[in-house]
């Protein structure tokens, strides 16, 4: 007996057993396709730049005296890291602290001259912020 050969023009036999409803299978359905959600991630990723840049322009507006033309005698808010004293950096630039109260990270600082906000930065606060730009921000009159 020789072995019969199945005919190539005859369709495909029924598959034994049916998927269920609303499995869709893998495979030909999907074939010369993007996966799903690469598009998604790019997207989602803009999203957060746009989000983070608005702030972030914010601050750089508010940079304390960033053309070096000396108006950083007024009052200045120092944002230092919470391990290191406010108090002896502002020292140390040779200022003082001023203001009633002093959050864990920043605080308002005065000066006598125009190299008191490059000296903070050397004494080790992360960046200073022109405090009267910053009470206009808050609404408040400067």
Same mark, same amino acid.
């Given at each position: 007996?020789?072995?019969?050969?199945?005919?190539?023009?005859?369709?495909?036999?029924?598959?034994?057993?049916?998927?269920?409803?609303?499995?869709?299978?893998?495979?030909?359905?999907? =074939? @010369?396709?993007?996966?799903?959600?690469? +598009?998604? &991630? *790019?997207?989602? #990723?803009? %999203?957060? !730049? /746009? $989000?983070?840049?608005?702030?972030?322009?914010?601050? =750089? @507006?508010?940079?304390?005296?960033?053309? +070096?033309? &000396? *108006?950083?005698? #007024?009052? %200045?808010? !120092? /944002? $230092?890291?919470?391990?290191?004293?406010?108090?002896?950096?502002?020292?140390?630039?040779?200022?003082?602290?001023? &203001?009633?109260?002093? #959050?864990?990270?920043?605080?308002? $600082?005065?000066?006598?001259?125009?190299?008191?906000?490059?000296?903070?930065?050397?004494?080790?606060?992360?960046?200073?912020?022109?405090?009267?730009?910053?009470?206009?921000?808050?609404?408040?009159?400067?």
């Amino acid at each position: 007996m020789t072995p019969t050969r199945p005919d190539p023009r005859a369709p495909d036999p029924a598959p034994e057993t049916a998927p269920e409803p609303g499995i869709v299978r893998a495979g030909r359905e999907r =074939a @010369g396709r993007e996966p799903a959600g690469r +598009g998604r &991630g *790019a997207l989602a #990723a803009l %999203v957060v !730049v /746009v $989000a983070l840049a608005g702030p972030l322009a914010a601050l =750089a @507006g508010l940079a304390a005296d960033p053309a +070096g033309t &000396g *108006a950083a005698r #007024a009052p %200045v808010l !120092v /944002v $230092a890291p919470p391990w290191r004293d406010l108090d002896a950096i502002a020292d140390a630039a040779g200022g003082r602290i001023v &203001g009633p109260v002093q #959050a864990p990270f920043a605080a308002f $600082a005065a000066g006598g001259d125009a190299d008191f906000t490059e000296r903070l930065l050397t004494s080790g606060a992360w960046f200073v912020l022109d405090a009267g730009r910053l009470a206009q921000l808050c609404g408040a009159a400067a």
